[in-house]
């Protein structure tokens, strides 16, 4: 059976509306949750069709092909866990043309890939504006591997009829990736945002990669395609800039899952009403129960002892307001019901919510005020052990914050309880995109080079676009430079979170630890 070409033909999109295609695109493309899936892996093979969800999926078909498949060099592979990363991990790519029968090898040695996995592609379709950009059409590619044994290192390769990953010319291309161990035990992650195409974006990658992570966590503004971020067709836009980033990640992305989450410039208005439609062309991620109108930056998983929860603040900013509401609520009340399953779940010791905007932050975006009317309350009420943001280019980390004031100082090397303390927030935007830098007269302030702590003078989003003057105290660590997050979790008798953040160069910035209750 043929796999229908899901894009839009160009004499056809020509006559529709933006919202017109996306209806046309959603009654077209297969839902995430008939991903195309394998099953265990038994016997040293993957034994297709042993997923929940297989009963429900087709083995793909080919896609027409208007070139050789061997000219259609697979890149730009970058990799995701699905709800359980003890058991599911996503594998994507893109390929310049439409080819037939994608496919992903995978084995537990590098020279034994025998089992073949289908493969299921996305064709995204970019309409050009006369003068300004051209016609894009884009093809990535997505296989579904479920029920892998956990604590494993499998090696894989894609292709597709022409290009086969086993042959000797092509065994190059072969990585690794690793699934999360059946009972938890000590792991590190990083984070990041606001990354973009630059040779700073590229030596983020680089650096991260030192600190073997077992995934990463990207709090949005991934590619900067969209250079306007505002979420309106009206946004300088280019396509190949994905083109481009996907092949700067891919030495870090082809082997350490990707985990992002949308930012205000990943609102890309030409595929959607919400501008979602290039996000779910592109990534592969864990699809929980909350997908309105396709958003696919809404998901959570669990690793080890801790419970990672993805938001889009889209949803909620008052800063940047294209999408705001437009889940009609179901977001926020799709995160209580999370928070709630993770607090009751054994063996989940701490919880780390992701997204884009800063709830608390005092660089040029500030702190939003829609995020902290629909989400802090819930934070606070789940006690909440770690928020991880992007949105302002800099390293800016807070004290303990329990209902907007200093519950707790946590200074360089300090820690905190998150059931007695309140919420350290960190902004980990400096991934790459070019800086900021903080109010006037406040000097950066991090480890080797604390300054005396002082109010900063500084502003939050409220409703309608309007600025509101804060002096806050909260503001404990500020660096503006090039930096990430690396996290360390412990479990057994003593766990903890032991969070650093790290300059491009190795040198640590910051460091503190989170304990719960003991």
């Known amino acids: 059976m043929e796999i229908p070409d899901f894009g839009i033909p160009p004499r056809l999109a020509a006559r529709l509306s933006m919202a017109e295609q ?151 291309a072969i990585a690794p990736f690793r699934t999360a161990p059946a009972r938890p035990e000590r792991f590190v992650f990083t984070a990041f945002g606001d990354q973009g195409v630059s040779r700073a974006g590229k030596a983020s990658d680089d650096a991260l990669l030192k600190q073997n992570p077992a995934f990463h966590l990207h709090a949005g503004d991934i590619c900067y395609a969209d250079g306007n971020g505002a979420g309106k067709t009206s946004d300088g836009y280019d396509a190949r800039e994905w083109d481009r980033f996907l092949q700067q990640n891919e030495p870090v992305a082809r082997s350490v899952p990707w985990m992002v989450t949308t930012g205000n410039h990943d609102m890309e208005a030409w595929y959607s009403p919400d501008g979602y439609g290039g996000q779910y062309a592109r990534f592969a991620l864990p699809d929980n129960g909350f997908d309105p109108h396709g958003a696919p930056g809404v998901y959570a998983f669990t690793y080890g002892n801790v419970g990672f929860v993805a938001l889009d603040a889209n949803d909620v900013s008052y800063e ?31 919880v780390v919510v992701f997204f884009h905007h800063c709830a608390y932050s005092t660089s040029s975006h500030a702190s939003d005020g829609g995020i902290r009317a629909a989400w802090l309350p819930l934070f606070a009420r789940y006690q909440v052990d770690l928020v991880i943001n992007g949105h302002n280019h800099v390293y800016e980390r807070t004290d303990a914050v329990r209902d907007g004031n200093v519950g707790r100082a946590v200074p360089v090397g300090g820690s905190t309880d998150p059931t007695r303390d309140g919420i350290v927030h960190v902004t980990a935007g400096g991934g790459g995109r070019d800086l900021y830098g903080f109010p006037s007269g406040v000097r950066d302030s991090y480890e080797g080079h604390v300054t005396r702590h002082e109010p900063v003078d500084t502003f939050h989003w409220a409703k309608g676009q309007h600025n509101v003057a804060e002096t806050v105290e909260w503001s404990r660590v500020r660096y503006a430079g090039f930096s990430f997050l690396r996290v360390e979790a412990e479990a057994g008798a003593t766990p903890r979170l032991r969070v650093s953040a790290l300059a491009q160069s190795g040198a640590r910035i910051d460091h503190f630890e989170v304990r719960r209750g003991r």
């Open 22 to 172: 996306y209806e046309y695109l959603r009654a077209r493309l297969v839902s995430r949750r008939t991903l195309v899936t394998a099953g265990a892996v038994a016997g040293g093979g993957l034994v297709a069709g042993c997923s929940g969800t297989s009963a429900r999926s087709a083995s793909p078909a080919p896609a027409t092909s208007a070139v050789r498949g061997a000219a259609a060099v697979p890149f730009g592979r970058h990799l995701a866990f699905g709800a359980d990363p003890r058991t599911q991990l996503r594998i994507s790519w893109q390929v310049p043309s439409a080819v037939r029968r994608p496919f992903v090898r995978i084995g537990t040695r590098p020279d034994r890939l025998g089992s073949r996995v289908a493969a299921e592609i996305r064709h995204l379709h970019t309409p050009g504006v006369p003068g300004v950009r051209p016609v894009v059409e884009q093809y990535y590619v997505h296989a579904a591997l479920d029920r892998l044994t956990p604590g494993t290192t499998y090696y894989y390769g894609v292709g597709h009829d022409g290009w086969d990953p086993a042959a000797a010319d092509h065994r190059a």
């Open 320 to 350: 940047i307001p294209a999408n705001l509401g437009y889940s009609g609520s179901r977001q926020t009340v799709w995160l209580e019901r999370k928070l709630r399953e993770l607090r009751a779940t054994k063996g989940v010791e701490f």
